[in-house]
């Protein structure tokens, strides 16, 4: 559809399990030979008439795993949580190897607190969390200690007053991402990762972004690289993308550049890193699971 477009891409099998996590800390499984099987230009259905998700909750994050049914693999691994409050939990992944038609509980969620994100990860990853105000936390994963599946979790970044967490990160020891960050005024920038030092869990964290009123607050923050788009979509609907590479890298506290020209009052809704664009290119493997955002 003209409004929508892919956020994610798997490279996938038969067997394995797509985990969905929504804004109300529930969790549903869906095994890829489940999924309707369609041509490389149909649409695909809506994910409310595939799992059985609450209509008005929303699904937050997708994640690929390989068969639930293998004891190492699944006491080996770990899905990570953050909410936009900054608590964060670690569960081992053995915890959802259980699929249930309805879904369970992930995290147990505070009145007014919602589930940001969540990822899989080795147990040695590290962990950023970013906040509106402009800072951002970065800490090894081994500080959170693993828990049940119900617990509501530890606090991961110590937030200001009025402030909140706008986006979580996990990066694997092998990896060596760039840090993109951009305000809801349009300026953004790129930063190495060791930029970021490393802290204990539930600190403040350091500045990801000078923040002004030109600026306007944080709004997205992404593990990019040369191969990466960004799809910016503006308050009043429109939808840009432009390249990551075309994004200066620059220091950590700096302001960045102005990557979009707004209009009117206008403001950035979101941002997300995509595959860079191809349009010579097509796919035709059927073991490709996409995952789109409707923006509208």
């Not at 569960?91 to 994100?117: C, H, M």
């Not at 802290?199 to 923050?221: A, D, H, N």
């Given at each position: 559809?003209?409004?929508?477009?892919i956020?994610h891409l798997?490279v996938?099998?038969?067997?394995n399990?797509?985990?969905f996590?929504?804004?109300k800390?529930?969790?549903?499984?869906?095994?890829v030979?489940?999924?309707?099987?369609g041509?490389?230009?149909?649409?695909?259905?809506?994910?409310?008439n595939?799992i059985?998700?609450?209509?008005?909750?929303?699904v937050?994050?997708?994640?690929?795993?390989?068969?639930?049914?293998?004891p190492?693999?699944?006491n080996s691994?770990?899905?990570?949580?953050?909410t936009?409050e900054?608590?964060i939990?670690?569960?081992l992944?053995?915890?959802?190897s259980r699929?249930?038609?309805?879904?369970?509980?992930?995290?147990?969620?505070?009145?007014?607190?919602?589930?940001?994100?969540?990822?899989?990860?080795?147990?040695?990853?590290q962990?950023?969390?970013a906040?509106?105000g402009?800072?951002?936390?970065?800490?090894?994963?081994?500080?959170v200690?693993?828990?049940?599946?119900?617990?509501?979790?530890?606090?991961?970044?110590?937030?200001?007053?009025g402030?909140?967490?706008i986006?979580?990160?996990?990066v694997?020891p092998?990896?060596?991402?760039e840090?993109?960050?951009?305000s809801?005024?349009?300026?953004?920038k790129?930063?190495?990762?060791?930029?970021?030092?490393?802290?204990?869990?539930?600190?403040k964290?350091?500045?990801t972004i000078?923040?002004?009123?030109?600026?306007?607050?944080l709004?997205?923050?992404q593990a990019?690289?040369?191969?990466?788009?960004?799809?910016?979509?503006?308050?009043?609907?429109?939808?840009?993308?432009?390249p990551?590479?075309d994004?200066?890298?620059?220091?950590r506290?700096?302001?960045g550049?102005?990557?979009?020209?707004?209009?009117?009052?206008?403001?950035?809704?979101?941002?997300?890193a995509?595959p860079?664009?191809?349009d010579?290119?097509t796919n035709?493997?059927?073991?490709?699971?996409?995952?789109a955002e409707?923006?509208?």
């Amino acid at each position: 559809r003209d409004e929508d477009f892919i956020e994610h891409l798997y490279v996938t099998t038969m067997h394995n399990t797509m985990l969905f996590f929504t804004e109300k800390g529930r969790c549903y499984w869906l095994k890829v030979y489940e999924i309707p099987e369609g041509s490389r230009s149909s649409k695909g259905r809506a994910i409310q008439n595939v799992i059985q998700i609450e209509p008005d909750d929303k699904v937050r994050a997708y994640i690929n795993v390989r068969r639930l049914n293998d004891p190492e693999y699944v006491n080996s691994n770990y899905i990570v949580m953050c909410t936009r409050e900054g608590i964060i939990k670690k569960t081992l992944l053995e915890a959802y190897s259980r699929p249930r038609l309805n879904g369970v509980n992930a995290i147990t969620i505070k009145d007014g607190d919602q589930l940001i994100d969540a990822a899989l990860t080795s147990g040695k990853a590290q962990v950023v969390i970013a906040a509106k105000g402009g800072k951002a936390i970065r800490f090894e994963e081994e500080n959170v200690r693993a828990i049940g599946r119900t617990g509501a979790g530890v606090r991961g970044i110590n937030l200001d007053e009025g402030d909140e967490v706008i986006g979580m990160l996990t990066v694997e020891p092998d990896q060596k991402p760039e840090i993109l960050v951009v305000s809801e005024n349009g300026y953004g920038k790129r930063t190495g990762i060791d930029d970021y030092r490393i802290t204990g869990r539930s600190g403040k964290g350091v500045k990801t972004i000078q923040i002004t009123e030109k600026t306007g607050k944080l709004i997205s923050i992404q593990a990019v690289s040369d191969e990466n788009d960004l799809m910016i979509i503006n308050r009043s609907g429109l939808t840009i993308r432009i390249p990551v590479a075309d994004i200066r890298v620059t220091g950590r506290a700096a302001q960045g550049v102005k990557v979009i020209n707004l209009r009117n009052n206008d403001s950035i809704a979101s941002v997300i890193a995509v595959p860079k664009s191809e349009d010579d290119e097509t796919n035709d493997d059927p073991s490709i699971v996409a995952a789109a955002e409707v923006t509208e």
